[in-house]
């Protein structure tokens, strides 16, 4: 004979609750695919605060004669590009006389002043926003070189020369290839070309046809020749995130996706709970994570506000 369903009383609303709402939870927080996911490289932090040191690099190789001594060498210890943890949180409460006069929706995870539904995508809703807040201050910010994440003149230990990541202007054509030969350009710390190449455009949502468009045409898009086109088969995401709240600039980036860059650390997977409030009847349902978003290299970027200067 079946088991009955247990009947929900006072002391264990919660118990049986919870299991439902934590599903509900982390079903909406994985109902869309997350775009930061094929930008920034996700890992783990194995502390609250991790470090990347940037160090120099040998310059090239000098000639020698027969049994003289080795060329000797040395590379520099650069700056250091830090991450800490940042805890992210959110709450609602079920009271017992919501589960009692309304039943139907606190089963479906529905709770008065929020939902577990509602929590899932405000997370899903947060980790893009705040990957995509990395972009979006890329230009203006100061980084751990002294410099923005975009900048003509990033610093380089082991070199007097200094090397640029940002274009300037709208996404056309002509801009694209001239971020693709930037890109290609880029040196390490002792000036040495390493060999970076565009695997992806990545753009705001009002660049999506743009993007496309000159990516995807058979001849070469925004002129009224017959050239073929000669960008290479970049792969197109369009990053809602990356639209400017402020309508300033309409931002887009190339990226070598091999290089370590763009940089996602979860120190703390997302979970969903409940606990009861002191002297009441009633559940807190919350969820909680913490992880920390940025990056540790320039080198495998190139960017653009999108606007003409």
Request: net charge negative; aromatic share 10%; with cysteine.
């Amino acid at each position: 004979m079946a088991t009955e369903a247990a009947m929900m009383t006072r002391d264990n609303f919660a118990e049986l609750l919870t299991p439902i709402h934590k599903k509900i939870f982390f079903d909406s927080y994985n109902e869309k695919p997350l775009m930061y996911k094929n930008i920034f490289k996700t890992d783990k932090m194995n502390a609250k605060k991790q470090t990347y040191p940037h160090l120099g690099a040998f310059g090239l190789w000098q000639t020698n004669t027969e049994g003289s001594k080795f060329n000797h060498d040395k590379f520099d210890e650069g700056e250091v590009a830090s991450f800490e943890a940042k805890r992210y949180d959110k709450a609602y409460q079920l009271t017992w006389e919501l589960v009692q006069d309304d039943l139907y929706n606190v089963m479906k995870g529905i709770g008065k002043g929020g939902s577990a539904k509602g929590l899932g995508r405000g997370l899903r809703a947060t980790e893009e926003a705040e990957s995509a807040s990395v972009i979006l201050k890329g230009f203006d910010n100061t980084g751990y070189d002294g410099k923005a994440l975009f900048a003509k003149d990033h610093p380089l230990i082991n070199s007097e020369s200094e090397c640029s990541n940002l274009i300037e202007g709208p996404l056309t054509d002509e801009s694209l290839k001239a971020a693709l030969t930037l890109m290609r350009l880029q040196k390490d710390e002792a000036g040495i070309l390493i060999s970076a190449s565009a695997t992806q455009l990545v753009v705001c949502p009002e660049l999506e046809f743009t993007a496309k468009a000159i990516v995807n045409s058979i001849l070469q898009a925004g002129t009224n020749n017959n050239d073929v086109n000669t960008v290479p088969n970049l792969t197109v995401r369009v990053w809602d995130n990356l639209s400017d709240p402020e309508g300033t600039m309409k931002p887009w980036f190339i990226q070598d996706t091999s290089l370590d860059n763009l940089l996602f650390l979860r120190r703390e997977e997302p979970i969903f709970g409940s606990e009861k409030i002191q002297d009441q009847m009633d559940y807190n349902m919350y969820g909680y994570t913490r992880f920390d978003v940025g990056y540790c290299d320039w080198r495998g970027l190139v960017g653009s506000k999108g606007v003409a200067v």
